[in-house]
């Protein structure tokens, strides 16, 4: 295999497929990074594989001879992200891989191509929707999943497709965050769930290209004139740009979570956001991970409060709109800034019951015409 191929180009690439491989593979050849090019085409194939998460990648080149090689994922990686600002030659035979670029040149061992695992196939696509769109919505939701990994259940973030809604949701058993958003389904008649690890999703979110589209692929099968996830197939896939991830689903039933907001409230607050995530990092500052931050109401005033005792305190108020009774409210200061931070509107609208029962932040109040796109639902904190 020879090709000669633009620098920045392959090292995109490159570092794009290496994001999906296992940092403690069990097998040392699913450390390899896989380099395919057909003959008689144009498009190096680059691809990583696990057994849960694949990824594949394209980028055009200059094609003299076709071929197939593995090599060091990581290794390549390094290697392409520190060449010199020329275009790079590759040449593979079966027990080494010549990277040339400018002055530069290595040679990589190659592993046994034979013993790496075939990709899984694409499945066909459910439908699409805008790459912000939905990389906005992961990072507002995917903060709340659970990083424990003896409760798989809790580590995934919940995809329920509904006709053109697609529904994101996430709890960790503390907080619950969901966010609704338009997609175009290929069957507007579409049902479906399926729960998908959130640490997967994060590596997409973040390589996702801005103005473009994402195509997520189910495995599904028709049935009784809608459409449900195929039993046993357990995959989800998702195309943008030309870059293609698939990752196995969390075979659970997601938590039943629409009984856990509250119908009705006693009490709600509106206040700037960014003031206010300010002002908790800084009253946050002298709390550590089990010190809660403290959250006083009145009729024009929040103050913050942190710290007590013998302990280093801080103290901050600000101007707000608030209905309802006088509430003095406690909230791990981690979860509370996960969900203003998720807000995207200028205005956070905080609610609440009692100050023992969860509180719901929103981007828009309840009371305006509909449900908010983004709530994110958070326990308190007892303090004496």
Not at 99 to 104: E, F, L, N
Not at 141 to 159: C, E, H, I, W, Y
Not at 197 to 226: E, F, H, K, M, Q
Not at 349 to 374: C, M, Q, W, Y
């Amino acid at each position: 295999m020879r090709f000669r191929v633009d620098r920045d180009a392959f090292a995109d690439a490159v570092a794009w497929t290496a994001r999906a491989l296992p940092a403690r593979p069990s097998m040392p050849v699913l450390a390899g990074m896989r380099l395919e090019l057909p003959g008689g085409s144009t498009g190096l194939r680059l691809s990583g594989f696990d057994y849960e998460v694949s990824a594949r990648a394209e980028v055009e080149v200059e094609a003299e001879a076709g071929g197939a090689v593995l090599v060091s994922g990581r290794l390549l990686s390094e290697i392409a992200r520190n060449l010199p600002a020329h275009p790079v030659d590759v040449e593979c035979d079966a027990t080494r891989a010549l990277v040339t670029c400018g002055s530069a040149r290595f040679n990589l061992l190659t592993l046994p191509l034979e013993d790496y695992p075939s990709l899984p196939a694409m499945p066909g696509t459910t439908g699409s929707l805008a790459a912000d769109a939905f990389a906005t919505a992961i990072r507002q939701v995917a903060p709340a999943a659970s990083r424990d990994d003896t409760l798989p259940m809790l580590t995934g973030v919940n995809f329920a497709f509904s006709g053109d809604t697609l529904t994101l949701a996430a709890t960790d058993r503390y907080r619950i965050a969901v966010r609704e958003l338009w997609w175009r389904p290929a069957h507007p008649d579409l049902s479906a769930a399926a729960l998908v690890p959130a640490r997967t999703l994060n590596d997409i979110a973040r390589s996702l290209v801005p103005g473009s589209n994402v195509d997520i692929a189910l495995s599904t099968v028709a049935a009784g004139g809608g459409v449900t996830p195929s039993p046993g197939e357990g995959m989800i896939g998702f195309e943008n740009n030309g870059r293609r991830t698939t990752t196995r689903l969390i075979d659970s039933d997601f938590v039943k979570y629409e009984s856990r907001f509250p119908g009705d409230f006693s009490a709600r607050a509106e206040v700037a956001t960014a003031p206010l995530i300010e002002a908790v990092k800084r009253v946050a500052l002298v709390a550590d991970r089990s010190t809660p931050l403290r959250l006083s109401f009145t009729a024009d005033e929040l103050v913050l409060e942190a710290g007590s005792g013998d302990d280093a305190q801080a103290v901050e108020a600000l101007g707000i709109k608030y209905h309802g009774d006088p509430m003095r409210i406690a909230f791990s200061p981690e979860y509370f800034l996960d969900g203003l931070g998720a807000v995207q509107g200028e205005t956070a609208h905080l609610n609440f019951t009692i100050p023992t029962k969860p509180a719901v932040i929103s981007d828009v109040p309840p009371d305006d015409g509909g449900r908010p796109e983004f709530r994110y639902l958070v326990m308190p904190l007892r303090v004496s």
